[in-house]
């Protein structure tokens, strides 16, 4: 309560001055009484960013354009990633904090209580309050007429919903019988959950609220064959395809689909504001051009971006290195986030019953992964600039241990024989060695071809393999047939990255170490037996994957922050033993290309989609061009 | 006929003298052999007065006996990497050190990766003069796959390099992979063209000359294979030929089945134009004679239209090396680890080959050439077979 105190009367102090900071583009609307002033648009507590040395930025000034390229119209999404406005959002530091919501109260991850700010409007204007929560919930979720296939798993606590209620306009409950530590991450996610929606719009389009007549015809207008498509059409807000769609981003959305140039415009209702009172976002428009992904880098090269790191590779930073000067641009070297940045996958749920009988033998796992030359690859692929380990967290974790990443990971080819002869597997005359029904070791690794790195790490790795006695031949499918493939059990091994979120904290969701969903190119089977509690896949029939699943289920139901980090702990230590996936290098780095007329923007980042959203947990908002008339 | 009662038969004389048939107009030597030349003959005396054409046959054929010997042209192996020597640019041959004339050799390489930029710097250093060993014993590989040996023509000197073209981003010798993948990218097409040039003629000519419910049969066959769309059923192909078949197997096996159904075009050309030269009185008169359908076929329509079914299949060759290109670059073609120019040119896709690493375009230059010798191959052909000139 003293916290909320505070920030009112912070509030007060500079409410008279906001009025005075009006942004270059709304100053006109506003003068011309189309527009309300901002202190009577911003919520009556504004969350109030800091930004000055204390965060290494500085305070900015409105206005301006952001140029990014993008190579499809669906990457509208990215502004939604990278403006990241959350209901509650994480900081650079990973640490969760109330964004959209004035606070909220967690009762051990049962009963989660969330205020919203008195005040708050959507992009339109109108209020922000606990009805477009109630009809998110009941009209779009749970309404049986919207036929959503049951509530996405992460309602789901012991496999129950929760209870909804609306204790007051400005407050709602979401109540579980057990424990759901997946609430929160999921609204804090890079694409959020979503419990709330723009209802004073959107009821246009719902048949509980709209006239017939009416809706009949708009959904004749938009060619959808009934009602609820329509609803889903209008209401798409992580990728916002509806100009007339109000939402609580940073930016709006001004151009309809078709197009090759996508403009967002600043929302005059955003609720946060810096430590002097001037509305974020400081920059008033995102242009977002549409350009064919391999000819994004020469554009980029050639200064037609002021802040791009989607479709750069690290193998063009030398080539946009040389253009710096000539188009005033620099190129920062972000951090992947990932767990690893190539790992290989054995698949312990194929078909083949032979060559599964080896995989789920861990000396032989252990062996592949001590007969690859990390260093090699490194030092050919990412001059030496990334690190080599297994696959597992990154460095940056508080959950990483130097064990952790040395597991299996050092070159060793005479450990590696060794251990492969112990096994049991003879070489035949000409080197390769024999499955113990006498066929070759002939190993496909499966690839979707979509990364040349995947397939230069996958030449090294053949050639080292081959010192093992082992030959791998590579097969290329398109994405969809991948997965397919691998989920049907199909395939040997395949190759991919590492864990999503390389650098989680305890609170985060430890699933992607344990077989928890059908696309795990390790245990596809088993993660669809998990997921679908049993009715599909196969029953997990092997030890130390069951494990996993216990310990999975304890993590769930962990009610303090040092049980949940000892789980973790267990978990990464039981994927080291095993080596289930073999990493090969981590701690990547990705080029960032930033205008020098662009300010704030961090010098070193984790370039990750989830949970760092790119530049969301960077504060996007707090970007601002330092000359905002000059384009370039 | 009876003669009159009162007649007497003409007097008549049988000289001795010899008969001269050129009595009357002398031919010389020459005229002689045009008269009395064989068909192939006369294209030959036809083709050879078509200076690009014969430059192009002459050109093409070097080539296709090159990849008789890839590897001991090449100086290093397809595959050897060098992690040295990444994105090396091309060494220059040179014959001259400090103005005195020696055997050819290069300037060895001094590396450095500038930390700026991560800017791989090579600097040729004139201390290190690296002599070109000629006939020499340079990295091992299987000929033809099978005989394990080490000799080259050139190799470079001990412990030197010799990447006259440069190397790539694993640091393979990039002429040395243009040589090898002569063999895949000249070879490729020929097979598929081959079946579709006979199964066209064939089948063309049956149902050209002799109509009827065959003719029926085989168009009706024709609509059917040509209405199947070609991308999916590569994918299908690609999919379902068995992945431990060496890739080139696997490419080999697309390419004929490709041919078994890209016959239907010239098969349709075959037969109009058959249809169109039967009712010529020459054919009229073979068949008078009682020359055979296969005779008649092959002997009297076949040489008809053959200047176009030359011109078909030499521009189909470079359209399968263009087509390989294509296909790779789609990823239903060829892929790394076979080495072929269409594979080379589609690691050298991207922004940085034009900017940093020009070299990696090389594989362009055989391939337009080879394209272009190939059209003035056939237009040459065209012209010496086409008896209406």
């Given at each position: ?254 151009t309809a689909p078709p197009s090759n140039r996508f403009v967002f415009q600043r929302n005059p209702y955003y609720h946060r504001v810096d430590q002097n009172g ?355 | ?248 197997f696997v490419y080999f096996g697309i390419t004929v089945i490709l041919g078994l159904l890209d016959w239907t075009g010239l098969a349709r050309t075959v037969r ?118």
């Open positions: 309560m003293r916290y909320f105190a505070a920030l009112t009367i912070l509030f007060m102090s500079f409410a008279t001055m906001a009025s005075a900071s009006e942004a270059p583009l709304l100053a006109d609307l506003v003068s011309s009484g189309k527009l309300p002033p901002v202190a009577e648009r911003l919520p009556e507590v504004p969350r109030v960013m800091q930004i000055d040395e204390s965060t290494q930025r500085t305070p900015g000034k409105q206005g301006g354009t952001i140029r990014m390229l993008m190579a499809d119209p669906k990457d509208i999404r990215m502004v939604t990633v990278y403006g990241y406005a959350r209901l509650v959002g994480y900081n650079s530091s990973l640490e969760l904090q109330p964004d959209i919501l004035l606070s909220y109260e967690n009762d051990r991850y049962r009963v989660f209580t969330l205020h919203l700010r008195p005040g708050h409007k959507w992009s339109d204007g109108s209020p922000f309050t606990a009805e477009d929560f109630r009809f998110q919930w009941e009209d779009i979720l749970t309404d049986p007429d919207m036929d959503r296939g049951g509530l996405d798993a992460v309602f789901l606590a012991g496999g129950k919903p929760p209870k909804f209620e609306v204790i007051d306009p400005l407050t709602v409950r979401y109540t579980w019988e057990t424990p759901n530590p997946l609430f929160l991450p999921a609204l804090a996610g890079t694409r959020p959950l979503d419990i709330y929606s723009a209802s004073a719009y959107l009821k246009q389009f719902h048949a509980k609220y709209a006239d017939p007549d009416k809706l009949a015809a708009e959904v004749a207008k938009e060619k959808v064959k009934d009602w609820q498509s329509l609803q889903i059409r209008m209401a798409r807000s992580y990728r916002p395809e509806n100009p007339d769609l109000p939402t609580l981003q940073p930016w709006v959305n001004l001037v509305q974020l976002p400081y920059v008033d428009e995102l242009v977002m051009n549409i350009a064919e992904s391999s000819i994004i880098p020469a554009k980029t090269g050639s200064g037609e971006s002021d802040l791009q790191e989607r479709y750069l590779s690290f193998t063009d930073y030398t080539f946009l290195k040389e253009g710096e000067d000539r188009n005033n641009y620099k190129v920062r070297l972000w951090t992947v986030g990932r767990g690893s940045a190539v790992a290989l996958f054995p698949n312990l749920n194929t078909t083949d019953a032979t060559w599964k009988e080896v995989f789920r033998d861990p000396r032989f796992r252990r062996a592949i992964s001590l007969g690859i030359d990390r260093s090699q690859i490194n030092q050919v692929l990412f001059s030496g600039l990334a690190k080599e380990s297994a696959s597992t967290v990154l460095p940056g974790s508080p959950l990483y241990r130097d064990e952790l990443g040395a597991a299996y990971s050092q070159y060793d080819p005479d450990a590696a024989n060794a251990l492969l002869d112990e096994i049991g597997l003879k070489r035949s005359p000409n080197g390769t060695r024999l499955l113990p029904d006498g066929r070759p070791m002939d190993l496909i690794v499966e690839s979707t071809g979509e990364s040349s790195m995947e397939a230069d790490v996958l030449e090294l790795v053949t050639s080292d393999w081959k010192d093992l006695g082992i030959k791998v031949f590579t097969r290329t499918s398109q994405r969809d047939i991948f997965r397919s493939r691998v989920a049907a059990g199909s395939t040997l091994m395949s190759v991919w990255a590492g864990v999503d979120n390389g650098a989680p904290t305890a609170d985060f969701s430890p699933q992607e170490f344990v077989p928890t969903d059908p696309y795990q190119l390790q245990w596809p089977m088993w993660g669809t037996y998990v997921s679908t509690h049993g009715t599909a896949g196969e029953k997990i029939d092997y030890p130390p994957a069951e494990k996993l699943v216990d310990l999975y289920q304890d993590w769930l139901l962990a009610e303090t922050d040092a049980d949940k980090r000892k789980i973790w702990g267990e978990i990464l230590d039981i994927n080291a033993q095993e080596v289930f996936s073999i990493g090969i290098v981590t701690a990547t780095l990705v080029p960032v290309v930033i205008s020098n007329n662009l300010m704030n923007v961090p010098v070193e980042g984790i370039s990750s989609f989830d949970p760092y959203g790119y530049f969301g947990v960077y504060e996007m908002d707090s970007f601002w061009m330092k000359n905002a008339a000059g384009g370039n | 006929m009876t003669l009159p009662q009162n007649a007497t038969s003409l007097p008549h004389t049988v000289t001795d003298a010899p008969f001269d048939p050129e009595a009357i107009y002398h031919y010389t030597d020459a005229q002689k052999a045009l008269f009395e030349a064989s068909q192939l003959r006369l294209m030959w005396w036809k083709f050879r007065r078509h200076k690009p054409a014969l430059v192009s046959a002459i050109f093409l054929g070097l080539l296709y006996m090159s990849i008789l010997v890839s590897e001991v042209l090449a100086p290093y192996n397809l595959h050897s990497r060098h992690s040295d020597s990444i994105y090396a640019p091309p060494q220059s041959l040179h014959l001259f050190h400090n103005g005195e004339l020696r055997a050819p050799f290069v300037y060895g390489y001094d590396f450095k990766l500038n930390m700026e930029n991560l800017k791989r710097e090579y600097v040729p250093n004139t201390e290190k003069i690296q002599t070109i060993r000629w006939f020499c014993s340079g990295d091992d590989y299987d000929f033809w796959g099978v005989i394990p040996a080490t000799f080259h023509i050139a190799c470079p000197a001990e412990g030197g390099s010799l990447f006259l073209l440069g190397t790539d981003r694993l640091g393979r010798d990039v002429l040395s992979r243009i040589i090898y993948g002569a063999r895949i990218s000249l070879t490729i097409g020929l097979l598929g063209v081959g079946v579709s040039l006979v199964l066209g003629i064939v089948i063309g000519g049956m149902a050209g000359y002799y109509g009827g419910l065959f003719d029926v049969i085989s168009q009706r066959l024709i609509e059917v294979i040509q209405s199947i769309p070609s991308i999916p059923l590569w994918l299908a192909l690609a999919a379902i030929l068995p992945i431990t078949w060496s890739p080139i109009s134009k058959l249809l169109a030269l039967r009712e010529e009185d020459y054919v009229s008169a073979a068949q008078v004679m009682g020359a055979s359908s296969f005779r008649i076929v092959s002997r009297h329509l076949i040489p008809g239209f053959a200047s176009h079914l030359i011109a078909t299949a030499t521009i189909a060759i470079p359209t399968m090396i263009l087509g390989e290109t294509t296909l790779s670059f789609l990823g239903l073609g060829l892929r790394a680890p076979i080495t072929s120019w269409g594979v080379l040119l589609t690691e050298a896709q991207n922004i940085n080959a034009v900017a940093l690493y020009p070299w990696l375009l090389w594989p362009v230059l055989p391939v337009i050439l080879v394209v272009l010798a190939y059209n003035f191959l056939g237009d040459g052909l065209r012209d010496a077979a086409d008896p209406y000139k």
